[in-house]
């Protein structure tokens, strides 16, 4: 069973430009988030997606954006890239139930450095 | 709010015991996970715990005490390789639907 996977996995941007980077769930997952990881913030949740609906959003400015297609891949967007913006972005997928008993599995990431 | 803490260093020698505390306070607790991240790559799935007590799996095993708002992972036998944060995150259940927490992490160096 194929895993999360991201694409691309390194990129460098300059600051102003916008990126879009993609994730690819596990088969039969609905559920995708996102989020960036810096060395000082930790993890930090950017938003959730589950049949193609926005779910929930975390504390990030209205440059930071996302959608899910109807095969549950997601991709988000970052516009007007700030050098604050480099980071390692980790999308995750989950089966999701009420139960609570699933578990969230981590792609790879994608590095974005901005310069 | 939701809170969640976790030490942010710890070393340990190889062969050892060491265990990584978290405490949390989050309302619609719906489950704790541990989370293992290697610099440089992905978290990886550890444990999950819903219920009180003692989950046990190899040479890891996850506490969870949801009275006191409580978890621990316990990494027995430690090996080089087992330097790396650790992650622990709370699901928590609200508007229909469910949000994972994530604290910190917890930068464990084992040393020979």
């Known amino acids: 069973k194929a895993g999360v996977t991201q694409t691309p996995r390194y990129l460098i941007k300059t600051r102003g430009q916008q990126v879009t980077l993609s994730c690819s769930p596990i088969?039969?997952?609905?559920?995708v988030s996102w989020y960036q990881q810096t060395p000082g913030q930790g993890l930090q949740f950017l938003f959730e997606?589950?049949?193609?609906?926005?779910?929930n959003k975390g504390n990030f400015p209205g440059r930071f954006s996302g959608r899910q297609f109807s095969n549950s891949r997601s991709e988000m967007n970052v516009s007007t890239l700030e050098l604050g913006d480099s980071a390692l972005y980790l999308c995750?997928?989950?089966?999701?139930?009420?139960?609570?008993?699933?578990?969230?599995?981590f792609g790879e990431g994608s590095w974005l450095t901005v310069v | 709010g939701q809170n969640i803490d976790q030490p942010t260093e710890m070393t340990a020698t190889e062969g050892a015991i060491v265990q990584i505390n978290c405490t949390y306070q989050?309302?619609?607790?719906?489950?704790l996970f541990w989370y293992q991240q290697h610099a440089g790559e992905a978290p990886t799935f550890l444990s999950y715990?819903?219920?009180?007590g003692l989950e046990e799996k190899g040479r890891f095993s996850s506490f969870l005490s949801r009275s006191k708002g409580y978890s621990y992972l316990l990494l027995k036998e430690l090996q080089m390789k087992d330097s790396a944060s650790y992650l622990c995150?709370?699901?928590?259940?609200?508007?229909?639907?469910?949000?994972?927490?994530f604290g910190a992490g917890t930068r464990l160096a084992v040393h020979p």
């Open positions: 995150a709370v699901r928590v259940y609200s508007g229909g639907y469910n949000k994972l927490i």
């Open positions: 715990n819903v219920l009180d």
């Open positions: 997606y589950f049949s193609e609906t926005q779910r």
């Open positions: 989050t309302s619609g607790f719906n489950g």
């Open positions: 995750a997928s989950s089966l999701e139930s009420r139960s609570g008993g699933n578990t969230i599995y």
């Open positions: 088969s039969g997952h609905r559920s």
